[in-house]
């Protein structure tokens, strides 16, 4: 059972664009969400995260957006640079279950020069 | 860097045969998570230890079995290889089952011929 569905699977931006990689979850039960990057021949680094009290979170270039009622949220990266082209992955986890991440598929962003 | 180390980097393995993994935690941290990360895919979580005893498990058959030690070091054993369970495999630390930042190891890359 896919519990965190992540889209787009890939996404090609151009140098000073805007990212935006969406994820909706089905576990009401989720009371945290984490965005991880990942680079080639790495493991997954914490990039952001939220709880689902506030409805955004910014650090720096990047943002989460968090519409509970919809269970659907958003990591939106703001003037995309070339660095930025790795492997995203959203997740979730809930304190009851010992707070274990469950995932998305992920998605490959190349940013262009 | 996270100072969440794993070894080996690489290990080629035959079916049949077992394999043991090892983590070293960040200093204090007391709770260590594996996942298994197939090529293209988003981690898998496999099991969780808090103070050396095993506190979660996925949905991996009992094959799949750790071991954590009093000096923030943990290790996964997989026995009876299957092909399948070619994949990267990752261990996260954090400082207690409270706490829900996760940081990630890079990974042991398995391969089953």
């Known amino acids: 059972q896919q519990q965190v569905k992540q889209s787009p699977q890939s996404l090609i931006v151009q140098k000073g664009g805007i990212s935006i990689i969406n994820c909706a979850y089905e576990n009401t039960a989720f009371d945290y969400f984490p965005w991880y990057q990942q680079f080639p021949g790495k493991g997954p680094a914490l990039l952001i995260a939220?709880?689902?009290?506030?409805s955004e979170k910014k650090e720096g270039r990047f943002t989460i957006s968090f519409n509970k009622s919809a269970k659907q949220f958003s990591l939106h990266i703001m003037d995309s640079q070339p660095g930025d082209s790795a492997t995203y992955f959203c997740?979730?986890?809930?304190?009851?279950?010992?707070?274990?991440?469950?995932f998305g598929e992920g998605t490959q962003l190349t940013v262009n020069p | 860097e996270t100072g969440v180390t794993q070894s080996p980097t690489h290990l080629i393995k035959t079916r049949g045969q077992q394999v043991t993994l090892r983590c070293s935690s960040q200093s204090g941290h007391n709770t260590v998570s594996w996942y298994q990360q197939a090529l293209g895919q988003g981690p898998q979580f496999i099991f969780q230890?808090?103070?050396?005893?095993?506190?979660g498990r996925g949905n991996f058959p009992p094959r799949f079995s750790g071991l954590q030690f009093p000096n923030y070091s943990s290790e996964l054993n997989v026995n009876a290889l299957e092909l399948d369970d070619s994949a990267l495999y990752l261990c996260?630390?954090?400082?207690?089952?409270?706490?829900?930042?996760?940081?990630f190891g890079p990974g042991t890359r398995l391969t089953v011929t």
């Open positions: 939220i709880r689902p009290d506030v």
């Open positions: 230890y808090y103070r050396e005893e095993e506190n």
């Open positions: 996260a630390s954090r400082w207690d089952t409270r706490s829900y930042e996760q940081y």
């Open positions: 997740a979730a986890s809930r304190e009851t279950s010992g707070s274990r991440l469950t």
